[in-house]
């Protein structure tokens, strides 16, 4: 079984192309969805996220995402207390997801779908990393496109990130998405075949 980590930063289509992997046959674990869930009432970060940043992120008794992003989002220290809450709640799970994979032997490929995989130092459980690009206008544009953030929150969140640059330099594979679907597909389906051999 090959272990993937797929990053990128917001907006350059990492989504995207973990799907292309699923449809070519890669189990994909996604670590925002696992993040969703840990903001759940019964989750063992609720109590934590609560104690941490009081009952303003609250909305009838459950944790508002948008309210708890606009608390850590500015600010440098609030967002590393709420990732010393996560981050190991994350890697635990995948873990077991991992070992789930591995005794069922149903996927050949495995791809961890990561947006802070070296910031949170998951990489060291993955054989290859691949880090999704494109230029910081593309990011912005599609950001925008989405909804929900000004582009002053879109920029201040990236640069929150590991520069994608050094992403690039730290991966084993780079897929460009600064083009169509066509092109970033072509880019998948090199990977998984040398992945394949």
Known sequence: MVIVGLTGSMGTGKSTVASMFDSLGAKVIDADKITHRLLWRNS?????????FGK??????????????EVVFGNKT???RLEKIIHPQVIKEMKKRLV?????????????????LFEAGMDKMTDINITVVC?????VKRL?????????????????????????????????????LKSTKAQVVNIWNLLYL
């Open 44 to 52: 063992p970060c609720f109590g934590a996220i609560c104690r941490t």
């Open 56 to 69: 303003d992120i609250l909305q009838r008794g459950r944790i508002k995402r948008q309210k708890l992003a």
């Open 78 to 80: 609030k967002l590393r």
């Open 135 to 139: 230029n910081r206008i593309n990011q």
């Open 144 to 180: 925008l496109r989405k909804g929900g953030l000004k582009r002053e929150d879109i920029i201040q969140r990236i640069r929150r990130q590991i520069p994608l640059n050094r992403k690039k330099r730290e991966s084993d594979f780079t897929i460009n998405n600064n083009s169509n």
């Open 100 to 116: 789930c994979c591995r005794k069922t032997k149903s996927h050949k490929v495995v791809v961890l779908d990561v947006p802070l």
